[in-house]
Structure formats: structure tokens, C-alpha cells
């Protein structure tokens, strides 16, 4: 039997792995700090900073495959928050959970901002070197070093699925892609930086369904999980508002790009590609109509 | 005040950097798994992977510098055990606990093994590529990958001081000199390689001399803590011969290298020695000598 544990299951990432991962076959365990979403998954209500919780966890669920996407994530904060070494200890103490509880196949979740931002993109899994230049950065980094030479060290099959720039469903109303949305839809403006920076976009509900394939592939080792495509960020934020409808306008050059951020990040999917065999379902267009939609219906949620 | 905790202070290398730290001014508090060695220092008896530990004892220490040497560190296990990334959990929550108790300046201990050994020796700080090939190079690099990013988030100084081979009083008697001192001394054989291979040999109370020097600086980053020097295992091995008297012989060549054993493991020592401004006190025939004598006496410890 094929059982999987996947944490942060309440969260933007980890929610769209459930149904790809049970249409995969797998006996879904979802764990995640909230109380039980929805019926149809087995569910752990269980906080994995608590320095027990893992070991129960795993203990209970004794799950075949591990997809552990659960990290501090509070948009304009997590780059620098001291929670992060605190979930490098946290996902160290899983994994070794995992591996006690005779485990086989682990997927951690780390992310673009790992690769040196200075090499020139698209960046390469192989041959990018590695720079990361943030707290959380480093954070995930290190839990990677540490799951690919444990994994080896215990006989434990392994990727790192490394993910780029996300939209779609849940997503924190303050980002990019909701937050403009949202903007316009209340016939307000949307400061905007000139958009002349190119960055891969991918519909979460593809994240999702890459994650889980991943998974149940044999793939060892980082995997970006991404469009393949460098796309301006001015031609999504005007797909997004060409689906919002609403009076409002969007305003290019208002905001500046921040310092640090390069012309373009974008990633080599031939991993993902040729190996996981996996592309997204979604065009850019389809999926921005897509979550347009979605924030339409779910309003409320941003005034939250 | 220069108040310190020295984690790892009844092992081979934390026993040999208190009495340095003391002369340099610090208050020395000095944490174990034994009960207090000595008289003469302020000692907590205290296991660091208690999830609980860290905490309380800095909260109790309040300690304005970390000199973080505990690791699983028994021979021909180390490398390879599971008891590695526990001690990355536990040096990720001591660093915390440091920080959240006012701490100014962490120095970290890592390992030559963290460098690319295909790489060209001498090894250098700033320009040897890392590729830790074992468990546990991996997993004191993922620790210096977390101590950097979140000292520099925190405002708190840090140091990661990389350690060559050692030698010295206390090192466990399986190893090479002491291996040979006591083989020769009890008239027996000692099985060697060729030795023709290099490598960078430190006494260990020069090593801890150094720890605590590197402490006292404000210098940042990683920094080789060893000799300078390659010098042919042959070359130590005879050394060792020479004073150890007894009626033994060395067999060189009874023993084959092991596989990934490069011919040459030494360190650039420019930082250590410009920027810390520490030499060794000791020439290797020097700290061989001071080490054989030591093994006269010890032999009992030997036999345990």
C-alpha cells in the first residue's frame, strides 16, 4: 500500500496535493495546525513544532511516502523570520520520524530563492549554483543537505522539489496576483511596479499535481516544479486585469522593484519534463481567468 | 562581562579550549553529559538533545558568547549515524536559545570534510568548493548553511571554525597516534598503511588555543583551524615510533588506504593566522613527544 503523510495540508501548497495524490493511488494522510477542512482525507490535527508531535505522527500513520510541505509562510515575513530555523528543526525531526517508522520515499518542498540570483536564468538544477541569500532561504537549503544525506544513509529514496513563483486559489490577498485582482474588482488602483521583470508562473493546482507526481515517481534529488516559461510580470498582472472587470486602474511604475530582484528568474523544467514526465494542465491564461474567477466568488475571504 | 558556554566540554576538543577562554577573560560556563570534571569552572551537566535543554541553560547562563563543540563524535561511527542530524536539530535550537538570551558572538565547529576532497589541497575558506560526501560533513555544513543566515538576521556575530585532524591527550585509543604509541609500547605490531598520503596535523590543545582565540576576534565566517602544513602519515607514524619506545614494530602497507582517501588534506591558514593572529605553539614533533608521554601515563585508559 502506498500511504502518504503530507503536512502543511491546510496551507496554499499543500491542499492541491490531496486529490492528485489520491487519484495517484495513495492512501492520504493530511496533516496540517487547523481542525479537519473536509471530509474524504484522513486528517491529524497536529502542531510539528511541538518537539513530539513527528514522532507520534508517524508512529500512528506509519506512512510509505512523506510530502512535507508545511513551513512558515506569512506573506512580507517569512523571508526573515526567526521561525525558520525553527521548522529546519522541525522537518529534521520529521524526517528522522519518517525513516523510524520505516518510510521509503521522502519529497521536501524547498524554493527558487536557493539558486544564486545572480546566474543567469533559466536556472539549471544541475549546474546553478547555489547562493541562498535570505534566512528562509538558507533554512530550506539546509534541510536539503541534511534529507539527501540522510536518505542516502538510511536507504530512504529522496527529491526536493524547488518552486518557483505561485498563484492561484488561497493565496494571501496582499500578494501580486489577488491583490490586483481584488484591486480593480473594487474599482480602486493597483500600484504596480513597471513590470519589466520576467519570473515563471504556475497555477498552484498544477504545483499540486507536479508535487504528487513527483512523489510517486523514483526522481532522486532537486527538481524544479515550474511553467518553463519567463514570463513580464506586466502581462500577468494585465491578464489579470483584462478577467477582473471593475473600474479600477492599474497603475505601472508606482511601486519600485525592490532591491535584489534580478531581470528574470525562471527555471529548466527538463527534470520535471523528461524524467517525472509531468507538464502543467494550465496555459498562464487559462489559469489567471481561473483564480480571477475564484477570487471573485470568494471576496470575503481578502476582507478577512 | 565576557561570560562563555563551551557545549561538548568533557570531550577531546571542548576540555582544551577552557583554560584558554579563562585566560582570555572570559567567565567560562562549561555544559556535558559527565558530571563536573574539575574544580574551576562554573559546569552544567546537561544533555543537548533534551528538547528542553538548550533553553534553560541559557536562560540560566545568560551567555554573551557560544563555543558550540558537542557532536556525536565516536569513532568509526560518526560518519555514517543517525545520531547526526539529531545533533543538527540540537545545534539549530541551542543557537536560538542563545540568541533569544541576549548572546553576541556563536562560534560553530565544522570539519575539513565539508570541502570537496577532489578539490586542490591546501584547502581555502573563500575559494574550495563544499561537497560533504558523508552524513556527517552534510549535516555540520547544513548547521553552518542555518548559523550564517540567522546570525545576520539576529545582529549576533559568528564564526565557524573548521577542524583538520588532531591529535592529542584524551582521543580515543582506536585512532592512529594513539593506535601506534600503545601497540609499540606493549611490543606488539601496528598494522599502517603506506602512508604516503598528506595531511594536516594539529595537537589538540593548540586546536583549542585556536577555538578560543577565533572566539576573542570578531572574525566572520568559516575559518580553517589546523597546522598549514601536509605532512606524510608515514612521516607521524615514525615520529610516533621514535619516542614510544618498546619492543613493536609498524608494518606500513599491512593496511590498504580507504577508498576516497585523497592524497593531500591540508589547510590554508591565512585567516587563522592574519586576520586571527594565531600560530601553533607547538611543531608536530613537539606535540608528538608531549602526546607519547601522555599515552605512558594514560595507558590504563587505553585498556577501558
Redesign the interface.
Known amino acids: 500500500v502506498k500511504r502518504v503523510l503530507v503536512t502543511g495540508a491546510s496551507g496554499f501548497v499543500g491542499r492541491q496535493t490531496l486529490a492528485p495524490l489520491a487519484a495517484l493511488g495513495f492512501e492520504v494522510h493530511a496533516a496540517g495546525r487547523s481542525p479537519a477542512p473536509a471530509a474524504g482525507v484522513a486528517w491529524h490535527e497536529v502542531d510539528l513544532l511541538d ?2 508531535a513527528a514522532e507520534r505522527l508517524c508512529w500512528d500513520v506509519a506512512p510509505s511516502h512523506l510530502l512535507h510541505v508545511a513551513w512558515f509562510a506569512e506573506p512580507g515575513r517569512y523571508w ?1 523570520s ?1 521561525e ?3 521548522w ?2 522541525a522537518s ?2 520529521l ?2 520520524a519518517f ?1 523510524a517508522a520505516g518510510g521509503r520515499r521522502a519529497v521536501g518542498v524547498g524554493t527558487c530563492a536557493e539558486y544564486d540570483w545572480s546566474a543567469p536564468s533559466p536556472f539549471d538544477e544541475r549546474t546553478t549554483p547555489l547562493r ?1 541569500a ?2 528562509y532561504a ?2 530550506k ?3 536539503h ?2 534529507q ?3 536518505a ?3 536507504g530512504v529514496s529522496q527529491a526536493w522539489a524547488r518552486l518557483f513563483h505561485l498563484y492561484g486559489p488561497h493565496e494571501h490577498p496582499g500578494r501580486l496576483v489577488p491583490g490586483v485582482a481584488i484591486a480593480l474588482r473594487r474599482g480602486g488602483e493597483a500600484a504596480c511596479t513597471e513590470g519589466r521583470h520576467r519570473r515563471d508562473f504556475l497555477h498552484v493546482a498544477d504545483a499540486g499535481e507536479a508535487l504528487a507526481r513527483l512523489l510517486d515517481s523514483g526522481v532522486a534529488g532537486a527538481v524544479n516544479v515550474a511553467s518553463g516559461e519567463a514570463v513580464a510580470v506586466r502581462a500577468v498582472v494585465e491578464e489579470v486585469a483584462r478577467h477582473s472587470g471593475g473600474s479600477g486602474v492599474v497603475r505601472f511604475g508606482a511601486r519600485a522593484l525592490p532591491a535584489g530582484e534580478p531581470d528574470e528568474i525562471a527555471a529548466r523544467v527538463d527534470r520535471l519534463r523528461d524524467e517525472v514526465g509531468w507538464r502543467p494542465r494550465r496555459t498562464l491564461a487559462e489559469g489567471i481567468a481561473d483564480v480571477v474567477a475564484w477570487w471573485r466568488e470568494h471576496e470575503a475571504e481578502a476582507r478577512a
Open positions: 518537539p513530539f526573515t526567526p525558520n530555523p525553527r529546519v528543526e529534521v525531526r524526517l528522522r525513516v541562498p535570505s534566512l538558507a533554512c537549503h539546509a534541510v543537505v541534511v539527501e544525506a540522510y542516502a544513509s538510511s
